[in-house]
Structures are given as C-alpha cells and as structure tokens.
C-alpha cells in the first residue's frame, strides 16, 4: 500500500504549532497527532504542550549503565588485587576498600556516559538515512510539520498548511 | 554601552551565515598565531629529543627533584581543563543562557587541556615507551598496576574525564555539524556528513537531545570535581611536609575553576578577534564571566590563607618551617608573585571599567594564570627542595630543557585549539538561535508580535523565510 509523506514548512513555530493544533483538534478525519513530526533548527520549549510527552528512555540507559559500571569496576579491581593474594600483605588487605571506591567512582561514571550516549544513538534513531523530505531550510530557520498519510488525506493536509500560511510544500510517495 | 548579552532581532540566517563564515575566513592573526605555536612546538620537540637521547639528566630531574616543572604543568594543565565542561554543565543545568555563544570553545579547550596535560607524565617517566605500564591490562606475568596509588587513580581519573569531554563536546555539537554538512563543499562536507550522524531536526531527535545533554551534565559535575581532587591526592596522600594538607582536594578544585575562567577570558578576548564575534561573544557575556572569575579567585585566596592557618596551628614543626621557607626561602620572589597575580590582581575584576576594557582583560587574565601556573610550582618544588631529612634538602633550578618543553605545551595547546576553530564551529549556532528566540519570546513581547504579524508574512509559495529579520 502506498504510504504518502507530506512536508510544510513554515516560518515561524506560531504557525507550525497552529497546524497541529489543527490536526490534534481531529479537523481531519483519519489523522491524528501521533503521524506528525515536527523538524525544527531549534528544540522549542514548549512542544510537549503540542505533541504530547513522547518520553526518552535516555535515563534508564544512564542509570543502568553506571551501576553496571560500578559493580564491574569494583569487581574487576578486586579480581585483579586477588591475583596477589599469595603475597604477603604486611597486614593491609588484599582488596583495599578506600581505593577501589575512588576507581569505582570513576567506572560508575564513566559507563554511565557511554551507556547514554549509546542510549541516544539509539532513541534518537542517528546513524539512519536521512528521510527523502529532510530539508536544508530547517536547519537554517523554518519550521517544518512532516505526516504520514493516506492518499485521501493529502489534499486536506495540504488545504491546512496553506490555511496557516505554509511557505513551501514537500510530498514523497513510498510504496 | 552594549547592555544586552546578545541582539535578539539578528535573523537565524545570519547566525549561520557568521559563524560558517569564520570557519573559512579568519583575520591574519590567526594565522600568525598558528604560526607562533608550530614554532613553540619545535622547541619543545628539540628538547624533548635531547632529552630522550641523553637522560633526564639535561633536565635538572634528580633526587629529590623527581617532578618539578613537568608535573607542576601537568596539574596546571588539568587545572585548566576544568572550567569548560564543568562551567557549562553547571551553567546548562541552571539555565543561564549566556553561556551559549562561549561554551563551545571552553568545552574544547577542556579537551586538549587534557590532551596536553597527558604528555607531561610520560615526558618525565623518562622511559617514555613504559607509560603503557600504568594501564590496568592483562599482563601474562599476572602483574597489575597498584590501585592503592594515586598515580594510577590519576589514570582512571583524566582517561574518563577525557572520555566524558570529547563526547559532551561532540554531542552538543551535532545540530551544529548538520548546518555545516548542508553548507560544505569537498572535503568539509564529507566530514561533516559523517560527524553529524544523519541529524535531521526532528522532534524525536531533539527530545533525546535535550535528554542526552542533561543526563551528562549531571555526570560531568561530580566527574570534573573527583579528577582534580584525585590529581591533589598525589600530595596530600604522601606524608611531604606542604602536602599532606586536608583542603587541598577543594583548593585544588577551587585553583582549577580558577585558572580554567582565566583561560576563559583570554580565548574569548582571541576568538573574538580572530573571527570579528562582536556580536556573539559580547561585552556584558565577557563581564559575567569576569564576575564569576572574581568570585572564584576569592574562594581560591581564601583556601590559600586557610592552608597557611592551618599549618601554622598545626603545630607540625617540618611542615611550618617549610610553609616558612617558602615565604621566604630561595623560592620566595616566585611565591610572592603568585600570591600577587592569584589575591591581588583579580581585583581588577571587580571594576566596571576594567571588566569591559578588552585589552585589560587580556593582560589581566593572562597575569591570573600566571599565577596559578605559579601556584603549582610553588606546590612542588619548594616541599622537594626542603622535605624531612637535611641531607635531602637540595634547591633546583629548571633547566632550558624543562622550559622548552612546558614552553612548547602551551604551542601543543594553543595548535590543536586553533585548528579546531577553524574545522568546527567554535559558536554553538542552533543554541544562540534559542537564547535568540527566547529573548525575543520572554524579554520583548512587543518585538515579537511585530516580528511575527508584520505586513508581508510569508505567504504559500514565497521565498525563503524571513524568520527574525529586523522589522
């Protein structure tokens, strides 16, 4: 089935923000808010107020990632430390607590930042093609309100785009 | 009297249009400064040569002077690193949006801080192809590093700090790397294209963006602190009189922060030249971090004095009489100015007049890190020349090759910080069109309505947007 992809771009966030708000009023039958991505040169503070809270899950990759990165930092220092265990110690421990806790410290951390990094190379879906309606102009300074459609709804989609003073229009058909 | 930290009518075009600009065409003196630092460096590398051949010998480095000058720059070069991350995490955390046109620069000059302060402990092991020694690998002789040491906690400490910076850098620097992908020609655009990872703007993007960034924020903070606290557990874990002091993991973090907004104001005062920033890195922005460096040097003067009182009530008879060689022992003229450039001299800060005097900033900044550069000779060297035992006690002057090499780590520096200003965009573009767009949106309504409902909006099918043009 062929999916349709149409792109407005618009000047300004009032009018993108004004067109969505359109969609998530149900003005056309068939497509709802969930179809809209909205590209923008900047990220604009209050677009969960118009999309909706799509969530990251970016903090469980960074709190999973230093835990792991404390338990094998502590684990790999200690495993390493007890490889000494047939020498004599002079009374001081094998597995000396205060500096594993500072290069566990440093462990939890530094995993914690590659899990997250990680996590958003992989929530933010990069290192992806780019998608064939990507435009220049959004990284300069227009606003643009992508959806996927049906072929009924394209025409309607583009009447509000032009209702709300759409600078330019882009479609791209996939089959 | 430029009052704002930034115009907010300049169109987002022109913001791209400045900052990719810089990138291809900067002012003669940038070149001439590039051309400085080569030289720098080929001093360094003659005399590191010598050395290599010869021993360590040439460098004056003998007992008890195992350290001296190369570890001393080596904890001022990791004092420097930590104003950039940690001032931008700080400052992103708490919103102040004046860090947007400077932070770019500071988290890079954060990287190659570290990249330079790294060469210093292999230069003075001496047996340069040993270094590997200190790495926690699998050894088939079963033999580990000593994770008891500081040393090695040094390692773990600035190879993570490292990690962490370069990837906080080039995280927040991927919307930017996908203007200058669908801008470059060549070669810049092939490697734009790559670096940018297929960024598109998208909302999803965005939202784990802004994820990303906070999430290491908050690692970065605590992170920034425990390296330069590590870097002073190798004094203050040793029983050296003048270094086995308590403050000094916070006077080591307070010196770095210190140092670091010195190094700060000097880059911006360059870049600003450099590149014609006028309208990015601005008077009122260079004024805040003037204040922010003037309460930092007063937490760092206070932890000075506090480590002085403490001795002195210590009771501790060789750590006294060390604390009084150094006021006025043979190190003394040297003592003395650091405590002018670090307590003195950063009250030129606290004048408006001065603050917004670039030549004056110039001068004063560089004076600031004199002395924190100073600051950490004085830690050094005066406790090796004079520690427990009389025999022991031996005054050492640096040697040409010691000084060619420290000499030439500032060429190191300033090379791999110039190259990157002209490869990457040193202004954050799409976080200045934010602090834009929010000043315009929360500071002046009235702007933004006629900016926005002006006569002649865009209409479907006109040309290019005019978003943020002047009405």
């Given amino acids: ?175 | 009297m430029q009052t704002k930290d930034i115009n907010e009518n300049i169109a987002w075009a022109k913001i791209n249009k400045d900052v990719l600009r810089s990138m291809e065409n900067p002012r003669m003196g940038y070149w001439v400064a590039l051309a400085a630092c080569v030289a720098m460096i080929a001093c360094a590398v003659v005399a590191e040569i010598y050395q290599y051949q010869v021993g360590m010998g040439p460098a004056n480095l003998n007992w008890p002077h195992m350290w001296d000058l190369y570890i001393a720059t080596f904890v001022f070069w990791i004092g420097m690193s930590h104003s950039g991350t940690l001032l931008s995490a700080i400052l992103h955390i708490i919103q102040a949006d004046w860090r947007k046109p400077i932070y770019r620069f500071a988290e890079a000059m954060t990287l190659f801080s570290l990249m330079t302060a790294g060469l210093f402990p292999i230069i003075h092991l001496g047996r340069v192809w040993n270094m590997y020694w200190v790495l926690p690998y699998v050894s088939d002789r079963g033999i580990w590093p000593n994770f008891r040491s500081p040393l090695v906690w040094d390692a773990f400490a600035i190879t993570t700090y490292m990690t962490s910076s370069a990837l906080f850098l080039f995280i927040g620097m991927i919307p930017d790397l996908a203007i200058c992908r669908d801008n470059a020609r060549g070669w810049r655009q092939k490697l734009y294209t790559v670096l940018s990872l297929g960024w598109q703007g998208d909302d999803r993007q965005w939202r784990n963006f802004r994820r990303i960034y906070l999430m290491m924020a908050c690692f970065l903070i605590p992170l920034a602190v425990s390296v330069h606290s590590i870097v002073s557990a190798d004094f203050a874990m040793s029983i050296m009189p003048g270094w086995h002091i308590t403050s000094f993991p916070p006077y080591f973090v307070a010196g770095a922060l210190y140092s670091g907004c010195a190094a700060i104001i000097t880059l911006f005062i360059i870049l600003r030249y450099f590149f014609r920033f006028d309208e990015y890195m601005t008077i009122p922005i260079l004024e805040k971090t003037c204040k922010l460096t003037f309460a930092i040097a007063m937490v760092w003067s206070y932890l000075t004095l506090i480590e002085f009182a403490s001795v002195w009530y210590g009771h501790d008879a060789v750590a006294k009489e060390a604390l009084v060689e150094r006021f006025v022992g043979p190190y003394s003229p040297f003592f003395w100015l650091m405590l002018f450039c670090g307590i003195i001299v950063p009250f030129a800060l606290a004048f408006e007049k001065l603050r917004r005097h670039l030549p004056t900033m110039f001068v004063v900044s560089l004076l600031l890190n004199l002395g924190m550069w100073l600051e950490r000779w004085m830690i050094v060297t005066p406790t090796l020349a004079m520690s427990y035992y009389p025999f022991a006690w031996d005054i050492m002057w640096p040697s040409m090759v010691q000084w060619a090499i420290v000499f030439g780590s500032f060429g190191w520096f300033g090379l791999l910080f110039l190259i990157f200003v002209k490869v990457f965009p040193s202004v954050s573009m799409y976080e200045v069109k934010e602090m834009v767009f929010h000043r315009r949106h929360y500071h002046s309504e009235e702007i933004a309505t006629k900016l926005h409902r002006r006569e002649g909006d865009p209409q479907p099918g006109d040309g290019p947007s005019t978003e943020g043009v002047r009405s």
């Fill in chain 1, 1 to 175: 089935m062929k999916r349709y992809y149409v792109m407005g771009l618009f000047s300004n966030f009032e009018e993108a923000f004004a067109t969505i708000h359109d969609i998530r009023e149900h003005t056309i039958p068939g497509v709802s808010v969930d179809d809209v991505t909205l590209k923008s040169p900047i990220e604009h503070p209050e677009i969960e107020e118009i999309l909706g809270d799509r969530g990251s899950p970016i903090p469980k990759f960074s709190l999973y990632g230093a835990i792991f990165g404390a338990i094998f930092g502590f684990l790999f220092l200690a495993s390493a430390q007890a490889t000494f265990l047939v020498q004599p110690q002079g009374g001081k421990p094998v597995i000396a607590l205060p500096s594993n806790i500072v290069l566990s410290y440093e462990m939890m951390i530094l995993f914690g930042v590659l899990s997250t990094v990680v996590g958003f190379m992989i929530s933010a879906r990069l290192m992806t093609k780019r998608h064939p309606l990507y435009s220049e102009k959004v990284s300069l300074d227009q606003v643009g309100v992508m959806l996927e459609l049906d072929e009924k709804n394209v025409n309607p989609v583009k009447e509000l785009f032009k209702k709300h003073k759409v600078v330019e229009i882009r479609e791209e058909v996939s089959q």
